[in-house]
């Protein structure tokens, strides 16, 4: 055995998949997929072949094979037993109604009401509760895909599309997927959705009464891919169209190719959350392009990511607007580290996660400390040569699986020395932060940061951007005594605030701080948004007070069949550490 990913049973003496055809037809009523997939090997093989499922039943296949009993974490081992020069082989199967990688909305959990809505979201390792496969980012698969839905709804996936044929009450959509991907980059979503141009290569797909506040939010995407390609060479996926989710969708953005899927939480109608947009733009290059061999090496997708976001940032609107979301993201990253300090080893940026679940592992850190280590990097060389360094990196690594070592092979080849002069090995390697790093430095910044420690005046309230709001909040030293908050409240109306970020900023401090008037609101946004961003903090506040702990598990309570499982598995983590 010679596993090649600690999160997967794929195996380097094995089989190796190149291409799968897919073919899936959803059920509304079972909340399952019925699935066939063949799977078409690099060169023909023979012998045993294990693949990844989870909660999968296998109804057939055209080779024997041994479901193994499900192992935590990993999901159960499909052995199959090829016969000699086996180029393919096919599958049938159903998914659970509990699989990992799928929500099923009710209609009432949308925001027309009258339609149900499913999706998937497989990073890091959830593609095998959707088909089974090969799920690790080592092994790159293009494929084709059919989607068998209600002839009501429309299927959406990340690949090409090529077509909706309609047969009554049932519609079947084609895809096909040329360029190959990573498995975690497999995504589709059914639900009623419509689309708005929003550029040559772009169009934004959300339910109908969304639709037009999306467009008009993320109407400046073409500049965006045109400030990207200028910094990282030409986009390579043909299309970048946006999906807006539901609103329990877990995450902020997820960079599935050619259809990035996006909270609706950033539709502000101010445009202050495009900097999500960027970075799962950015991804197009560091990520799907350049991609993490395994979860241990997670920081080359997120931290190569942070800095090509705020590179497009800076490009679009300037330096102050990059050195803010950098300021943002150091406070993050310190209250981070700090929540860390029982498992330090997560905070290196090179881990070791056998036996570890990446949902788990998952938190700012490899964004940040990633970010960080890369600024200082550019620090130390200057930005020009750090752009050669990042050019050739994206280049040799096209289409490839890359590790922290093939990273710090680069840096010593391109720049001898430089490892060492920058101490990599104790940002790779060590936990925490290193003492000596690049920080953000502007005006705005010294601004914003003068005022903390006091209530601001009207108009200097009222001169914060949302994002200089954040900023504040988030640097305020937390708890502050409840007049305090309440005198903020006040002046601001914070509490009444619409713009989501901002807003649970607020509520955490004020939550951490005992504010008791602020706990409607909260409760609201609990049930309201399933965006792991804003779950955890406010359960945290929650849960840190004995006077509202009781609150938290009854707000799980009642929301959590509306949680995404992903969101389910992680706040019922920290319910569980705060009575531990
Ligand atoms: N790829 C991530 C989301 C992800 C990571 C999903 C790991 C599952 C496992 C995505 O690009 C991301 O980082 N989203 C952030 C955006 C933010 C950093 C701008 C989010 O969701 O908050
Ligand atoms: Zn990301």
Redesign the pocket.
Known sequence: MARLDPHSYADRAQAVTKSFDLALEVCFVSHTLRGTVTLHFAAPAAGTLDLDTRDLVIEGASVPFVLHPAEPILGSRLELTLPPATTAVELRYRTSPEASALQWLFPEQTASGKHPFLFSQC??IHARSVVPCQDTPAIRQTYSASLDVPAALRGVMAAAPLGRQERGERAVERFVMPQPIPPYLFAFAVGEVVSRELGPRSRVWAEPSVVDAAAREFEGVESMLEAAERLFGPYDWERFDLLVMPPSFP?????NPRLTFLTPALITGDKSQV??VA??LS?SWTGNLVTNANAEHFWLN?GF??FA?RRILEALEGAELAALHAALGREELDKSLALFAERPELTRLRTALTGVDPDEA?SIVP?EKGYLFLKTLEATLGRERFDVLLKTWLSEHRFGAVTTSDFVALLERCEPGLPQRVNAAAWLDAPGLPAHHWQPASARLERVRGLVGRLPTAAEGQSFTATEWQLFLEATPSPLPVEACRALDTAFALTACKNPELLVAWLTLATESGDAAVLGRVEEVLGRFGRL?YLKPLYRALLARPDTKPLARNIFDRERPRYHPIAQQVVKGLLEAASA
Not at 251 to 255: H, R, T
């Open positions: 990073q890091a995450y902020g953005g997820m960079e900097n999500v970075h799962e991804h997120e990511t942070v976001e998952f964004y961003k």
